[in-house]
Nanobody, 122 residues
Framework: QVQLVESGGGLVQPGGSLRLSCAAS????????MGWYRQAPEKERELVAT???????NYADSVKGRFTIFLDNAKNTVYPQMNSLKPEDTAVYSC????????????????WGKGTLVTVSS
């Protein structure tokens, strides 16, 4: 099995910065991509940023220029660096990974973390 463990959420003031992390562990054959979604109260879940094992990135328009995503392939860990945070960035941030497991390396499966709350408020 594969587990994703997130950390780094919390309270930050508007304009501040926060760095999340998500580490994947378990029966990993290879990692295709990792990324983050977020869901604010009474809003739909939205993609924040993704990064492939080759380093290609994709960002939501709302975070471009403020968020940067990094992937440590050796540690199967993804880090979104979030700068210039705004109150509208307040949400539960959930990590996901597209992984080929040792037991089924022919399949690319999605795994999800439990989520971490980010609150941007003065």
């Amino acid at each position: 099995q594969v587990q994703l463990v997130e950390s780094g959420g919390g309270l930050v003031q508007p304009g501040g910065s926060l760095r999340l992390s998500c580490a994947a562990s378990g029966s990993i054959f290879s990692m295709n991509a990792m990324g983050w979604y977020r869901q604010a109260p009474e809003k739909e879940r939205e993609l924040v940023a993704t990064i492939t094992s080759g380093g290609s990135t994709n960002y939501a328009d709302s975070v471009k220029g403020r968020f940067t995503i990094f992937l440590d392939n050796a540690k199967n860990t993804v880090y979104p660096q979030m700068n210039s945070l705004k109150p509208e960035d307040t949400a539960v941030y959930s990590c996901y990974a597209v992984i080929r497991t040792i037991a089924a390396s022919y399949l690319a499966l999605e795994f999800w973390g439990k989520g971490t709350l980010v609150t941007v408020s003065s």
